[in-house]
């Protein structure tokens, strides 16, 4: 039987997040892919919150499911509730995020890889990885089992050399309590990458009979919001609150009074810890002029009354945590079930890999997820597909599969890793999405699926379903030129107080008035038959039309330079007129292109114009 023999096409280390999305790619694409997972209790376990999506992070997953993934579809076969963020801000930044069952979570994407054709799911902690001398390798575990493959895809998360801290109790541990993996990290120095150290951190988890929660507001579900994936028809109700509630000025005296036994103050933790996702120790010192804080208190089944706290991440000593958190709102009398803890471990630097999330030095080697530096399942996940289909594509000599910063949120977070030295664990979100109102949550489909299908990851199911939303868009435009009189359009004017000009409208400048929608104008007899969804995108490309196509042609303008390649054998270091930095940067990265060049940290715009100038000089020369 196939999955007796040691020789594999696809390895993948790792099934979190990152390696079931790797995995799931690389098996459905006709590779015979190894799985190894130091624990198979941990295959897409949710160590942190109980939750996916959110700001920036809910368009990675919608982005996820267009390509033909799978976290979408299972964080809809797992919820709790769902909610759609920054209503108030418009439709660039709206960010679906969803309260999943942590325990349904793991199951059903476990069943999963399990039922996956050339998918072989292996408990085992791979401790060494070899380049053999036919190019292909051998990955080793700790007993002593030796497979070989043509591609090697590392997912490690947040494994490598791992350790939880709770005040002075350092535990040389994974995440919940899980075995770390010990001696990968000196294998990765020996094939001579660079490994930095991090750390992120994660809050208590309470006993919801403890919570006086009429001292709380209630968060329930919104149930107008669409599912994560377009497969799946509707979300079900709610079937968990979240609770909303403050840190107090009694929360900032407690942890100022001991502060000197906190981690990240007195030395213990020498990790680099995320900017945008503090502590809450770190958030009171750092924002010491704000009198609160918020705290969500978010399920995590419904199989446990255990609550997350979300907002009060911690690594301070026991009997302080129960201190701090017991001065918060509605927490007086909570028990704690498990602790907060911070997690130090080892990471790479990611800007040794390219854009297809390889290795620059030694090919058919890929990295997905946190061991690149990242924070975040979502993050990781649209990591995994990336590199489980450029790892297919590697093994049967296809052309590299490369996303876009003008195409995805995807794009941006893997040019922003490969080309940026991050000194601290990278998050994604919408402000460093410079096209956003152009890679929305709701049109990820129109933008991906295309490309998903053409790679193979996305069934005829799926296509069907996305040819039919295309149809719909096209007949609904086809209506946008009708004029219609004020006799018609002036009593549904009216009663939206919107000003009727005694003038025929056409149905695309009825729409651009602020306070009417496609739904409004199915009532004069339009877009009959339309689909929801397809009747989102018509309004939105009405009412934003002028600025979306100011950012079209900005993604023209940029995409001069993104066109512009820089040869593999350029000698950046005898580049005359381009600064030291500059010159050290561009050499140690190596981009493949202008526009990647002028994203380096270190590169100023006038060092791109030196390059112009050189490639021009170089063109003429040869």
Not at 207 to 230: I, M, N
Not at 568 to 592: F, H, M, T, V
Request: net charge neutral; hydrophobic share 35%; with cysteine.
């Amino acid at each position: 039987m196939k999955n007796l023999e040691k020789n594999y096409d696809v390895i993948v280390v790792g099934a979190g997040h990152a390696g079931c999305e790797a995995a799931l790619a690389s098996a459905r694409l006709g590779c015979s892919t190894l799985v190894l997972a130091t624990n198979l209790d941990t295959v897409a376990f949710l160590a942190c919150n109980p939750s996916i999506g959110g700001t920036a992070k809910g368009q990675i997953v919608k982005e996820i499911d267009a390509l033909g993934g799978e976290m979408a579809i299972n964080a809809d076969k797992s919820l709790l509730q769902m909610r759609m963020l920054n209503r108030g801000k418009g439709p660039a930044v709206y960010s679906p995020r969803a309260q999943v069952d942590k325990n349904v979570y793991h199951v059903e994407m476990k069943r999963t890889l399990e039922r996956t054709e050339n998918l072989y799911l292996r408990q085992g902690e791979a401790v060494k990885i070899e380049r053999l001398p036919n190019g292909n390798f051998a990955v080793t575990t700790a007993v002593d089992l030796t497979y070989t493959c043509k591609a090697v895809i590392l997912c490690c998360g947040v494994y490598l050399n791992s350790k939880t801290l709770v005040g002075t109790c350092v535990r040389d541990s994974g995440p919940n309590g899980f075995a770390n993996a010990k001696f990968l990290t000196q294998s990765l120095i020996d094939l001579g990458f660079t490994v930095n150290r991090f750390k992120t951190g994660t809050p208590a988890r309470v006993r919801l009979q403890s919570l006086d929660l009429a001292k709380t507001v209630e968060q329930q579900g919104e149930e107008d919001v669409l599912p994560f994936s377009y497969v799946t028809d509707s979300i079900p109700a709610t079937k968990r609150s979240c609770y909303l509630t403050y840190s107090t000025e009694e929360t900032k005296r407690i942890i100022l009074e001991n502060k000197h036994l906190a981690p990240i103050y007195n030395g213990s933790i020498s990790g680099v810890g995320p900017r945008y996702c503090p502590s809450i120790e770190d958030k009171v010192v750092r924002f010491a002029d704000k009198e609160r804080h918020q705290i969500f208190l978010e399920p995590e089944s419904v199989d446990t009354c255990e609550y997350y706290v979300q907002g009060a991440s911690s690594s301070m000593p026991a009997s302080v945590q129960e201190q701090i958190y017991r001065s918060i709102e509605g927490l007086e009398d909570v028990e704690i079930m498990r602790d907060a803890y911070a997690i130090e471990y080892d990471c790479i630097d990611a800007t040794e890999l390219d854009a297809t999330l390889m290795s620059k030095n030694i090919k058919g080697l890929f990295f997905a997820g946190q061991i690149n530096g990242t924070s975040g399942y979502e993050e990781a996940a649209g990591q995994g597909i990336v590199a489980g289909i450029n790892a297919e594509r590697y093994v049967h000599g296809k052309s590299p599969f490369v996303l876009r910063r003008d195409n995805s949120y995807i794009g941006v977070l893997i040019d922003d890793i490969t080309t940026k030295e991050n000194t601290e664990p990278y998050r994604m979100m919408t402000s460093r999405a410079e096209h956003r109102l152009v890679l929305r949550q709701d049109n990820a489909d129109l933008r991906l699926t295309d490309m998903g299908w053409e790679i193979g990851l996305v069934d005829e199911v799926r296509y069907a379903k996305f040819q039919r939303k295309k149809q719909q868009i096209q007949a609904a435009q086809k209506q946008l030129s009708t004029v219609v009189s004020p006799k018609i359009y002036g009593p549904l004017f009216e009663s939206k107080n919107e000003p009727v000009t005694g003038a025929g409208l056409t149905v695309d400048e009825m729409l651009r008035r602020v306070n009417i929608t496609c739904k409004d104008l199915q009532t004069l007899g339009f877009f009959e038959d339309i689909d929801a969804d397809a009747l989102y995108q018509i309004e939105i490309e009405s009412k934003y039309r002028g600025y979306i196509e100011k950012e079209k042609e900005a993604i023209a303008q940029a995409n001069k330079l993104e066109n512009k390649p820089l040869p593999d054998d350029i000698d950046y270091l005898s580049i005359e007129g381009l600064r030291l930095e500059a010159r050290q940067k561009l050499n140690k990265i190596r981009p493949k292109n202008l526009g990647q060049a002028g994203r380096i940290l270190g590169v100023s715009p006038a060092d791109v114009q030196i390059l112009i100038v050189y490639l021009s000089q170089r063109k003429n020369k040869n």
